[in-house]
Each structure stands twice: as C-alpha cells, then as structure tokens.
C-alpha cells in the first residue's frame, strides 16, 4: 500500500484561483449570454512584445538545422540571458549581482514554492497577511506550516498582518522566526515599501540570521522614486536575502514561462550541525537535479526585451496596465469604494462595502454585475472584507467593468 503525503489533506481542496475559476465557469453555463469581464486572476491580456516574438522566431529556426540545434542546456541558464538580467536589472542600478547568482527558472511561482527544498522543517516561517498563496500552500505541504486553524491561520505560521491601520506595512515580529516572504509591490494589496522601511526588515534579518524571501514580480510597475526595485539596493541584503524575479507581468510571459531567482553566494543558512552552508550551492545542487533548463527559444525572447527596442515595448506594455491601474482606482473611488494600490502595482485593494465579506462580495460582483474579481480572504485572513482587481485586462474591457461599478 502506498500513502500519501498528509499535508496535502490539510490545504484548501483546490487553489484560489482554480476555484474562482470553477465559479466563473459554472456563472457562464448558467448564463450562456453573460457578458464577462475578468479583472481576477492577473494575467496579461496584450500580445509579447514584437522583440521577444521576433527573437523566438529566429531561435526557432536555429533549432531546425544541426550546425545551431541545441538540446539540454545548463539547468540554471544560458550565459546570455544571465549576463543580460545582471547588466541591465542589477548593474544599471548599482547593484553588484554575479551572473552565477542568477537562476533562470520558467517562473517565480514555480521558484517561490520550491525554494522550501532547500531549507530545514524547523524553521519558523513568517508571512505577510495577506500574502500570494504559494508561500502558504508550499509551506503546508512541506510540511513546515503546522496544522489549519479555524481562524484560517495555521499554527506554525507567523502572520503579519498588513492592514488599514498600519497602512500595510507589516511589523517586526514579536517572536524570533528565520525565515520572511515579502512581496513588493506587493500582490495582492499593491501596496509597497519604502528603501528605510525595507531597511528595517534587512537589519532585522541581519540581527536575527533569518533569510528574506523576497518576490519581485511586480518592480517594473514601480512610479514612485523612494521604493526600491530590488532587495540588493538595499546595505546587507546580500547576504540574508534571496529575489525572485518574473518576465511574466513585464513583458507578457505568463503563457510563455521564464523568470529568475538571485541567490548571491554570501547568503548563508546553518545545517544541524551548525556549520553554515551556502544557499548558491544548495539550489544549484537543487535546480540542477530537478529541472532541466527553460528552453532556448523562450530564454531568447526574455533576452530581447532588453534590447533597445524590447525595452521600449515592454515598457509601453507597462504604461498600458498602469493607466487601467489609474482609471481603475479613480472609477472605484467615485463609487465611494476605500482603495489601495494600483501606484506602483497592477493591483488595486477595495474595501469592500458596508462591510460584505470578501466572497460574498465576490458572489455579487460576478452574479450582478459579470466582473470577476479575487476575494481578499483567499489570500489570507487579514484580506477579508477586501477585493482586489487585476489592471492586466484589456482597457475597453476595464472601462465597461467600471461603468458598471459605478452604476
Ligand atoms: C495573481 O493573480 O495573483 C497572479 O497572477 C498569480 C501568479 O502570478 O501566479
């Protein structure tokens, strides 16, 4: 007889954006006429830039004859791409990363939930609330998390709630934990932190020999001068923090599949016998043994868009998003709606009216009004009583969905 892994038992039957998908799919079999506009789970909706499409073309025929074919490559990128992503992400800004501190991976989704590989079941986790729910999730099902409580918390857990009272900037936490997911800009709440905010929790890892998660999926989205676009800007992030980063909402590859995570080779972690080990080596060892590699013609096409022309088209591919983002909040405001976000990020936080709950709010939305949103609470407990919107549809789309709001 086999078994299975336990945990999986414990974690949600489905994942939070499987689930609104079964609701919005059962919505359009009852109502064949309805008219949807998605403005839930955040995927892009404009094509990828002409460079990268035109860079995967010219991949594509390099595989059709031997003299260029290429098979396996190295699991943690080619040198191309990883120069690329270490001139003009890190160098551009200052920041001294390494090309072997840089791996090339088919997402930050796939990189944030495997990185528990790599660490010890002992160590206290601590989580923004609410937070992305692969953090959670993979927790969980590794086995670190503990059990679910009735609270929707779960008991090895240490949230950190990011509220309207402390304008969503979490607190240090009150007990020691070792290791910290933070997202910013942040998903789900849009929200960020200034480079002295992101100092405090820098220092507080240095302190405490606690590693910082830290998801950088949305920096391109950043408009306000002060918020940092990396962990590294940050004194001493070096050697506590590890980023990851996604060419899925930059430039449209939330279909196509790359991103990177940066492991510089100073951070460290202890091993039981309290020798320090480093994190590099252990997810090269990692990568290297479960995952073969993004495949060539994708990692050309995220090449090009630092070309001069694929930085120009990734960046108007932002510029859209974010003017959905501005009409978005603007529109949600006027119908008396308390907002946040949708500045520096591709989300806008909506409290949502006299006090509905997050699903039931929901529930309304998609009934009433043909708008799919993503309930706060599926993002953790402190996300009830919220809503948030995605500003990655298409703008005819976004402005219908807001004059029905604000009807
Ligand atoms: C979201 O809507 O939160 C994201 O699209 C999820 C993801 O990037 O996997």
Redesign the pocket.
């Known amino acids: 007889m086999a078994y299975i892994n336990d945990n999986f038992i414990k974690i949600p039957a489905t994942y939070l954006?499987s689930e609104i998908a079964k609701r919005v799919a059962q919505h359009k079999t009852e109502n064949p006429e309805a008219d949807i506009i998605r403005m839930g789970?955040?995927?892009v909706t404009l094509p990828l830039p002409d460079a990268s499409v035109d860079a995967m073309i010219t991949a594509a025929n390099e595989q059709r004859k031997s003299e260029t074919f290429r098979g396996y490559g190295p699991e943690q990128g080619y040198d191309f791409l990883r120069n690329s992503i270490v001139e003009n992400d890190f160098k551009s800004r200052g920041i001294d990363i390494e090309a072997d501190e840089i791996f090339v991976s088919d997402g930050a989704?796939s990189d944030t939930g495997n990185i528990g590989d790599i660490f010890g079941l002992q160590n206290r986790v601590a989580i923004t609330d609410p937070s992305?729910p692969v953090y959670v999730d993979t927790n969980a099902m590794g086995g670190r998390a503990g059990e679910p409580s009735a609270s929707g918390q779960w008991t090895n857990l240490i949230y950190l709630p990011c509220n309207m009272a402390n304008n969503f900037v979490p607190e240090l936490p009150k007990e020691k934990v070792d290791i910290i997911y933070l997202c910013y800009p942040n998903?789900?709440t849009g929200t960020t932190l200034t480079k002295e905010q992101l100092t405090v929790w820098v220092n507080y890892a240095r302190e405490n020999n606690a590693i910082i998660l830290f998801d950088a999926?949305y920096e391109a989205y950043i408009t306000e001068e002060n918020v940092p676009h990396s962990i590294f800007e940050i004194e001493g992030a070096k050697d506590i923090a590890i980023e990851f980063r996604s060419f899925?909402k930059t430039a449209g590859f939330t279909g196509t599949r790359c991103g990177y995570t940066v492991v510089p080779k100073s951070v460290t972690a202890l091993s039981e016998n309290g020798e320090k080990v480093s994190l590099n080596k252990l997810w090269l060892r990692r990568q290297t043994t479960k995952f073969n590699g993004t495949s060539y013609v994708v990692q050309r096409a995220a090449e090009a868009t630092y070309s001069p022309e694929g930085k120009k088209q990734v960046r108007a591919l932002v510029d859209y998003y974010m003017e959905n983002a501005r009409i978005i909040r603007h529109s949600l405001e006027a119908a008396g709606l308390t907002v946040y976000g949708g500045v520096n990020a591709p989300y806008i936080w909506a409290k949502t009216p006299d006090g509905i709950g997050s699903w039931e709010y929901f529930d309304y939305l998609l009934k009433e009004k043909n708008i799919v949103c993503?309930p706060g609470a599926g993002f953790g407990p402190a996300g009830e009583g919220f809503v948030r919107f995605?500003a990655f549809g298409i703008r005819e789309n976004t402005i219908r969905a807001m004059k029905r709001l604000e009807k």
């Open positions: 954006f789970i955040g995927d989704k992305y998903n789900p999926a899925s993503t995605s």
